[in-house]
C-alpha cells in the first residue's frame, strides 16, 4: 500500500517562502516520477511541477516558474516543493503525486496521491 504524507503548509504573507515535503511509502520511491498539483476552492487541481526518477529533470507551470523549486532525496523517499516569492493566487491545497510517468501534467497519469496540505497567502 503506497502512502503519501505531505507537511510543511500554513499561513504565510504574500513575498514569503514556504517549504513543502511529501513523504512515500509502500514502493521502492526512486522508481517512480514525482509531482505536486494544488486545488483552490471551487477550481480543478491544478499541476504544478514533476519530477523525473532521478532527479536530474523537472518540469514546472509557467504559473510557478522561477519561482518554485522541486527536488527530491530518494535515500529518503522524499520530495520537496520549495516555494518563493508567494502570491495570494497560491492560495491552494497542495497534493504530492506518484506516477509512472515523468512530466505529466494531468491528474489521471498519477496513480497515487497524498491528502494535501493547505497553503494560505495573505496579501
Known amino acids: 500500500q503506497v502512502q503519501l504524507v505531505e507537511s510543511g503548509g500554513g499561513l504565510v504573507q504574500a513575498g514569503d517562502s514556504l517549504r513543502l515535503s511529501c513523504t512515500a511509502s509502500?514502493?521502492?520511491?526512486?522508481?517512480?516520477?514525482m509531482g505536486w498539483f494544488r486545488q483552490a476552492p471551487g477550481k480543478e487541481r491544478q499541476f504544478v511541477a514533476a519530477?523525473?526518477?532521478?532527479?536530474?529533470?523537472?518540469r514546472y507551470a509557467d504559473s510557478v516558474k522561477g519561482r518554485f523549486a522541486i527536488s527530491r532525496d530518494n535515500a529518503k523517499n522524499t520530495v520537496s516543493l520549495q516555494m518563493s516569492s508567494l502570491k495570494p493566487e497560491d492560495t491552494a491545497v497542495y497534493y504530492c503525486?506518484?506516477?509512472?510517468?515523468?512530466?505529466?501534467?494531468?491528474?489521471?497519469?498519477?496513480?497515487?496521491w497524498g491528502q494535501g496540505t493547505q497553503v494560505t497567502v495573505s496579501s
Open positions: 519530477i523525473i526518477r532521478s532527479g536530474g529533470s523537472t
Open positions: 503525486a506518484q506516477s509512472n510517468v515523468y512530466g505529466s501534467s494531468a491528474p489521471s497519469d498519477y496513480n497515487y
Open positions: 509502500g514502493r521502492t520511491f526512486s522508481r517512480y516520477a
